[in-house]
């Protein structure tokens, strides 16, 4: 374990993702210090056989007390990394300022974090199970966490709000919330939707420009994100196959698992995103399934895009929400 204290220059990848036909890439530079309480964590993943890397944040409080916390575990979004949630998007601020949760963010490279059905040059990509088996078993066995469900919540911004979702519906018995901002939900969906009409998911369309400017990128936040093997855009691409078949994807698809989900069993749920996202659309309609069938949540929309500004000002909200479902369940309130 280390914890770093230079100042970099970070790179936010802005990407709304499966929103339209044509792909968008926007960069944004970045100055940001390590926020206080941040820490930088390496640990070898038996689930990706590589050497990882999470931030955490610790409350205040922490060092000189023998108490035990809840833990909110964030994800990134596509192209993002470890880095971004709490060095550039006030996560460890806010986490910080509210001082009785532990935050957790990990890295699960441009992975949707799910369990790829093939596997291609010797790479070995249960991203899923990174994060529900080898993330949070460090995690309760190296901090003082609340280890149980009711301590335990996940969130995450576009891709990283589709992960949140289909883990913690996956594994209910794991999160009491789960949450999403900016959720890219359909992606299994569209995957599935696709693979059954027959269309080549792994075609790749040639872009120069872009190609040039992620290449640009790399340059820079390699060197921020440093894991051996896994820092470029390339190499934090996995290789091989996400889902072969309808019924892989189906079983990541938020808007088919949550049917599966016993009511009893149900985590509480947070949704938010901007009115101006494309993929506000998604939000809509899986609010609108939970009040069909009288679930328990919370929505969000205000003015904003798919973009940093806009999480900035959701992660205040989302974290404070989930943050006070795991204190009620925990006991921790009237």
């Known amino acids: 374990m280390y914890r770093s204290s230079k100042w970099f220059i970070f790179l936010i990848f802005l ?95 441009n992975s949707w974090f799910v369990n790829y059905a093939k596997n291609e040059n010797g790479e070995t990509n249960n991203w899923e199970n990174h994060i529900v088996e080898d993330v949070i078993a460090y995690v309760d066995s190296h901090y003082r966490t609340e280890a149980r469900r009711e301590g335990r919540a996940i969130s995450g911004l576009s891709m990283g709000g589709f992960g949140a979702f289909a883990l913690g519906l996956r594994r209910p018995h794991l999160f009491i919330s789960i949450g999403s901002t900016s959720g890219a939900l359909s992606y299994a969906r569209t995957a599935a939707e696709a693979i059954r009409a027959g269309v080549d998911r792994q075609a790749n369309t040639e872009d120069a420009q872009r190609d040039e400017r992620i290449g640009q990128a790399d340059a820079l936040i390699s060197q921020i994100v440093n894991i051996p093997g896994f820092s470029t ?37 947070y949704i938010d995103s901007g009115t101006e996202d494309g993929l506000i659309n998604e939000a809509r309609e899986i609010m609108q399934i939970l009040i069909l069938n009288n679930l328990s949540f919370n929505y969000m929309q205000s003015e904003g895009k798919h973009n940093s500004q806009y999480w900035r000002r959701s992660i205040g909200h989302m974290l404070s929400i989930q943050r006070e479902v795991m204190h009620r369940a925990l006991g921790n309130r009237p």
């Open 233 to 269: 855009q390339t190499e934090r691409s996995p290789a091989g196959i996400d889902f072969e078949t309808a019924e892989q994807a189906d079983a990541y698809d938020p808007f088919s698992i949550i049917y599966n989900v016993p009511k009893s069993q149900m985590p509480h749920i």
């Open 15 to 109: 990407f709304p993702v499966w929103t339209s036909a044509q792909e968008q890439l926007s960069l944004e530079a970045v100055s940001a210090p390590i926020p206080d309480g941040l820490e930088t964590v390496a640990f070898y993943s038996p689930a990706v056989d590589r050497e990882m890397k999470f931030d955490i944040v610790l409350p205040a409080s922490y060092a000189n007390s023998d108490q035990s916390y809840p833990v909110l575990y964030l994800l990134h979004g596509y192209m993002q990394n470890y880095t971004v949630w709490g060095r550039n998007l006030a996560a460890a601020y806010y986490s910080r300022l509210m001082g009785d949760v532990i935050l957790v963010l990990p890295d699960g490279g």
